[in-house]
């Protein structure tokens, strides 16, 4: 059971325009999101991050929004550069999820590639 | 400020042996969590440790196990090696101090095959 869902596992944009990810989640206790972005063979690198009492956070070119009611976040990059392809995951989290500090449930990723 | 460390980078084992795989976090973090990563399944929670105590436990079976000693540096150990173990282990610290939500910050992983 998928508590935090990526649906697209795909998404090719062209350099300058805009790229937007989804994600979705089921868990309505989550308070606390992230993006983070990954390329072969290395660890996630932490973007950005959202909590629950917020609707935008800004750092840049990424901007992520969140709608609580739709249990829906989506991550803005403007413009994209072909740097920015890599995968990208969402993550979800509860400080008091599992009655302890709280672990990240990661979605499976959206792989974003840039064209030049 | 060195970032997260884990070393090996990369392991070869035989299925049926036993492996212990190491990380340690960004000086003055002091909570450490791992992660299992395959195609399949994506990233997957196994376990997090906070000054010393097991924290949390994912859904893994009890051959995957860790520790975390007075420094923050945490180790991981897996046993009976099976071929689905093969995976990137990734290791994140966070400067959680048991208040609040932070970012974790991830190590560049071992890529583990078990053949």
């Known amino acids: 059971d998928q508590q935090v869902k990526q649906n697209s596992p795909s998404l090719s944009v062209q350099e300058g325009r805009i790229s937007i990810l989804n994600c979705d989640y089921t868990n309505s206790m989550f308070d606390y999101f992230l993006w983070y972005k990954k390329y072969p063979a290395e660890g996630p690198t932490f973007l950005i991050s959202?909590?629950?009492?917020?609707d935008k956070n800004e750092d840049g070119r990424f901007t992520v929004f969140l709608n609580k009611s739709a249990k829906h976040l989506s991550l803005h990059i403007v413009p994209s550069q072909p740097g920015d392809s890599a995968v990208y995951f969402c993550a979800a989290s509860n400080y008091n999820y599992g009655g302890s500090q709280g672990n990240l449930i990661f979605g499976k990723g959206t792989k974003l590639s840039v064209k030049p | 400020k060195a970032g997260v460390t884990q070393t090996p980078r990369y392991l070869i084992k035989t299925r049926g042996q036993q492996v212990t795989l190491s990380c340690s976090p960004i000086s003055g973090h002091r909570s450490v969590s791992w992660y299992q990563q395959t195609p399949g399944q994506g990233l997957q929670f196994l376990f997090e440790y906070f000054s010393e105590t097991q924290r949390n436990k994912g859904n893994f079976p009890g051959r995957f196990s860790g520790r975390q000693f007075s420094n923050s540096r945490s180790e991981m150990n897996v046993s009976t090696l099976e071929l689905g173990d093969s995976a990137l282990y990734l290791c994140?610290?966070?400067?959680?101090?048991?208040?609040?939500?932070?970012?974790?910050?991830f190590g560049q992983g071992t890529r583990l095959t078990v053949v």
């Open positions: 959202i909590s629950s009492i917020k």
């Open positions: 994140a610290s966070s400067p959680r101090t048991g208040v609040g939500n932070t970012e974790a910050f």
